[in-house]
């Protein structure tokens, strides 16, 4: 198959007979508008009179229902007639995906006015593309679903697929992607000056579907791409140039987004290199976007890659908290700071940051991770959303959650150019489920898979077989990978597969400390790194009591002995083997399920899935035996049951 063609290309949660309920109604839709075009278009025909679903763009809602901004819209239903009301263009776009999503029962009875409006403003997912392909990371950096659906071998796709790929993303209610990877290289820099057009051209694809586009830029691009000497944020020149080139990306794209910035991290230029602040840095470029509209997103992944791993005193976890908290209220308002979820790095299990309750006068976007990297690597079935709810609704301020701290979610995506979208099928879940819960942080990510398998895999797909695959695939995962919240224990470079010790004597600042007493990070303020200090109360006491510490976090925040007795009654070593024999079995049982799904969906999809989990059972089976082993061999302590550890 030609990639480039759509025709072999999975429908994902927009296949025709999602439309069925619509299609075989009289439709009308008024307004006008871009959008209100799309609407049209995937419609087909409508009418004027006598219409089952009417579509209307209007100034007035019905006085029950508030405010509907820019991207909300009202739905209800009386005498016979399916009604979607918005106040903007984008509304009447959300409005009708959500009438597809509801198939017959959007046309079913009475339905009292319902509002819908986003819960935050901006919905978006960060691609890690390349344009070359990168001799280490590839064509799609941490990316498992082939290769962009940008750019290949240095050059830009047809954009077929770009505009089938806004469409199922606008069904989700994303509304921006950034194009291209934050380590940024010469070719990407390249994107924001003589390379525009391609951004311009995929600009236009997606702006039918109400997404913005963003661009990742390199911190050091008045030197690389501008020929300045410096690219020192509060240089006049260099002001100039990022106002200058600015202003040229918004003559070719109006609507831009802005930009993402990875400063200062892994090797990434930053203001650092200059003697400022990340606060200089981020409003340099605010700065240069303000009159345009557009926003910076900053990302507060900044910390030492290069720690010397005998150095006890270093705690990467602290990083983030310690270069951006005192900065609090020191960022222009267009100034956005992207913050992953977790102190560390996107593993299976981290406590949130503390960084998204530390800086009330700062605009907090929260970030996750799509693409599997920690989390399987689209080989292992993994549904994330019940991770993602977890983190969404942690109080983490007082009573105020993450989701109310937050302005904003952004998420690394899955998405490439595999004929699945996602090289695992069932990895599209995870897309979907992104964009549902950055609309709506309180659904029930149970609830969102149900939409998912309705919609991707059609009536005919076992329902109660995929709900006992996938809903507890993410802790199934947990128990067969690094136990309790300590983390890592991949394999460098790639992190897939075990390899306990493979980060424990490098530079990264991701160890476990395990010796023949316990293992774990010290992290408390007691006789640790001080990290729990980071926390507001009850977490920062709760986190620093080795009795009040919820085991999934226990190692995170100590080094434990191995017959600490948990919460759930084991120790903590007859929890390591107890974990991971289940969870490995868990997946024989995974594959067995999924044998009741023959013949109930496409037999590629089939053939693909098939070969994943088989992956994924003997890729358990190795975590069990290497994490088992490994504290056997440590710890001596042997399995209480008596089973085989080598
Ligand atoms: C992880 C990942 C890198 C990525 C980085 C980031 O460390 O392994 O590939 O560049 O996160 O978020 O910037």
Redesign the pocket.
């Known amino acids: 198959m030609d990639i480039d063609d759509l025709s072999g290309v999975h429908p994902a949660w927009l296949p025709p007979r999602a439309f069925q309920a619509i299609a075989s109604r009289r439709v009308a839709v008024h307004g006008t508008g871009l959008l209100v075009e799309t609407v049209r278009e995937e419609v087909g025909a409508t009418v004027t009179a006598g219409a089952e679903l009417v579509l209307r763009l209007t100034g007035e809602a019905p006085s029950e229902v508030g405010p509907l901004g820019d991207e909300g819209f009202a739905l209800y239903r009386r005498d016979g007639v399916t009604v979607v009301l918005a106040g903007a263009p984008a509304g009447l776009l959300h409005g009708f995906f959500h009438v597809v999503r509801l198939g017959e029962a959007a046309f079913a009875g009475e339905r009292p006015v319902e509002r819908h409006v986003p819960a935050m403003r901006r919905r978006m997912l960060d691609h890690?593309d390349n344009i070359d392909v990168h001799p280490v990371?590839g064509q799609v950096?941490?990316g498992y679903s082939g290769g962009s659906i940008f750019w290949r071998d240095g050059v830009q796709r047809d954009l077929a697929r770009v505009r089938a790929y806004g469409r199922l993303l606008a069904a989700t209610g994303i509304n921006a992607v950034t194009l291209n990877?934050?380590?940024v290289h010469l070719a990407e820099a390249r994107l924001l000056t003589d390379r525009l057009g391609e951004v311009a051209a995929v600009a236009g694809v997606l702006r039918p579907y109400g997404i913005r586009v963003h661009l990742s830029v390199s911190f050091a691009a008045p030197v690389t791409l501008g020929g300045l000497p410096t690219a020192d944020p509060l240089d006049e020149g260099v002001r100039g140039w990022w106002a200058r080139t600015t202003a040229r990306v918004y003559e070719a794209i109006p609507d831009f987004g802005g930009y993402v910035v990875?400063a200062d991290?892994?090797g990434q230029p930053g203001p650092f290199g200059y003697g400022r602040s990340h606060a200089d840095g981020a409003n340099a470029l605010a700065d240069a976007l303000a009159p345009f509209g557009g926003v910076v997103h900053w990302?507060a992944?900044v910390y030492n890659h290069r720690q010397d791993w005998r150095d006890r005193s270093t705690d990467r976890a602290r990083a983030a908290y310690d270069h951006f908290a005192p900065l609090d209220g020191t960022f222009r308002d267009n100034a956005i700071l992207q913050v992953?979820y977790g102190p560390i790095?996107?593993q299976t299990r981290e406590p949130i940051s503390p960084v998204i309750a530390a800086m009330p006068a700062t605009n907090v976007a929260v970030e996750l991770q799509v693409t599997q990297?920690y989390t399987g690597q689209q080989r292992h079935a993994c549904y994330l959303g019940p991770m993602w709810s977890e983190v969404l609704r942690f109080p983490l301020a007082g009573r105020v959650t993450v989701a109310g701290l937050a302005r904003e979610l952004v998420a690394?995506s899955n998405a490439g150019d595999d004929r699945f979208w996602t090289g695992h099928p069932l990895a599209q879940a995870n897309l979907y489920a992104f964009g549902r819960l950055a609309w709506e942080p309180s659904l029930d990510p149970l609830s969102i898979l149900d939409e998912w398998i309705d919609l991707a895999l059609g009536p005919d797909a076992d329902r109660e077989a995929l709900h006992a695959i996938l809903d507890d695939s993410w802790r199934t995962y947990e128990s067969y990978t690094a136990p309790l919240g300590v983390g890592f224990m991949v394999r460098p470079g790639h992190?897939y597969g075990p390899d306990v010790d493979g980060y424990e004597y490098t530079p990264w600042g991701t160890y476990h400390f395990a010796d023949r007493e316990g293992v774990g990070v010290d992290r408390t303020r007691a006789t640790g790194t001080g990290f729990t200090g980071q926390y507001p109360q009850p977490w920062a006491d709760v986190y620093e009591s080795l009795e009040r510490c919820p085991d999934e976090l226990l190692l995170f925040f100590h080094h434990a002995p191995y017959d600490h007795v948990l919460h759930s009654g084991s120790t903590v070593i007859q929890h390591i083997y107890d974990t991971h024999f289940a969870g490995a079995e868990r997946t024989v049982e995974m594959r067995r399920l999924w044998e009741r799904l023959a013949g109930q969906v496409a037999p590629d999809l089939d053939a693909r899935v098939r070969e994943r989990l088989d992956e994924q059972v003997r890729s358990a089976a190795e975590w069990r035996d290497q994490i088992n082993t490994y504290f056997f061999r440590k710890s001596g302590v042997p399995d209480a049951k008596g089973r085989t550890i080598y």
């Open positions: 890690w990371m950096e941490r990877n934050v380590n990875k991290s892994e990302r992944f992953k790095d996107f990297e690394v992190h």
